[in-house]
């Protein structure tokens, strides 16, 4: 490690919005990136390419960004966490929103063996989940308790997402970056988020 700056690329464009979460997938070849407008977006930094924009209908703030058993986490101050996954047959992205635990603000995330995700908000409250059931196991607050707290759901519900798109199946994202692997020049293809025009059920076929 020199410190030497090896590449800089823009993760907002012309917009100039705030970047405010950061992380790399689990084979270390891609970087996320969350924005302050609830942008998240998945990149080849060898070419500052865009290899994904994850859709976000709640556009409020991204803190908290995680990658593991090939599954997409975020959250931030929609005080949920949503994950996305490839289709295991189908060039489709799964989108699922989880039940609301979270009375404020989540500030980061973290991911633990790849079996549990942990949450801190902004009153202090941490909880841990179970990835596999997407549903919480602990809550505590050093702050009010020494014990565990009892979990307490919110008003809010969890919505299901299925997105269609050739240039989002497994296949192609792996061929762009086996292509732009060691290319230094810049680019700036991104994949257009004004195809999303509804939340609810999503699902597109390819070539329709």
């Not at 270390?28 to 070419?47: A, P, Q, S, V």
């Not at 909880?127 to 997407?134: E, G």
């Not at 008003?155 to 732009?180: A, D, G, T, W």
């Amino acid at each position: 490690m020199t410190g030497r700056k090896i590449m800089e690329f823009s993760v907002s464009g012309a917009q100039q919005v705030e970047l405010t979460a950061m992380t790399l997938d689990e084979s270390e070849r891609c970087l996320l990136t969350g924005l302050h407008d609830g942008t998240m977006k998945m990149w080849n930094y060898n070419t500052g390419e865009c290899l994904i924009t994850f859709p976000n209908p709640d556009q409020m703030e991204v803190t908290g960004i995680a990658h593991m058993n090939k599954v997409y986490y975020m959250t931030g101050w929609n005080k949920k966490i949503t994950s996305f996954m490839f289709h295991k047959t189908k060039p489709m992205l799964l989108c699922y929103q989880w039940q609301t635990f979270h009375r404020e603000d989540v500030l980061s995330m973290a991911k633990y063996q790849n079996q549990c995700l942990e949450t801190s908000a902004y009153n202090s409250d941490i909880i841990i989940w179970n990835v596999n059931m997407l549903k919480p196991i602990l809550n505590v607050n050093a702050s009010k308790s020494p014990l565990p707290l009892p979990l307490k759901k919110t008003p809010l519900k969890s919505r299901r997402s299925r997105v269609s798109n050739k240039l989002f199946s497994k296949q192609s994202i792996h061929k762009r970056l086996k292509e732009n692997m060691g290319n230094s020049r810049r680019r700036s293809w991104c994949s257009p988020m004004h195809q999303w025009r509804r939340w609810a059920v999503l699902s597109w076929r390819v070539g329709s």
